[in-house]
């Protein structure tokens, strides 16, 4: 699966698991550059390559609760650490519009 922005940047992944309404795991393999090239051998793709999500949502008293997890190298914290709450955030206004 890719995941890109305008210019065709962000990342390929393997959507290893898929439980629909339950379960998804995705390992990355490729960072895309502009235009969509796959990148697997620079810096920063040998420290992305690899990297782990989860979603696994479940109901609770009628609501769906999310729950993320990622393995990921040092190096990502700090980008996950402030643009994921701004990201589940999005996600949660598209998921609860009527």
């Not at 990342?11 to 339950?22: F, M, Q, R, Y």
């Not at 550059?33 to 793709?45: I, K």
Request: hydrophobic share 40%; with cysteine.
């Amino acid at each position: 699966m890719r995941f890109v922005g305008a210019n065709g940047s962000g990342t390929l992944a393997h959507l290893t698991i898929v439980e629909p309404h339950k379960h998804i795991k995705a390992i990355h393999n490729a960072i895309l550059l502009d235009g969509g090239a796959e990148d697997r051998d620079s810096e920063m793709a040998k420290n992305w390559v690899g990297s782990v999500e989860e979603y696994t949502f479940s109901e609770k008293n009628g609501v769906t609760e999310l729950l993320v997890s990622m393995t990921i190298y040092p190096e990502w914290e700090k980008m996950f650490s402030n643009d994921w709450p701004k990201a589940l955030a999005a996600l949660k206004d598209l998921c609860e519009e009527k």
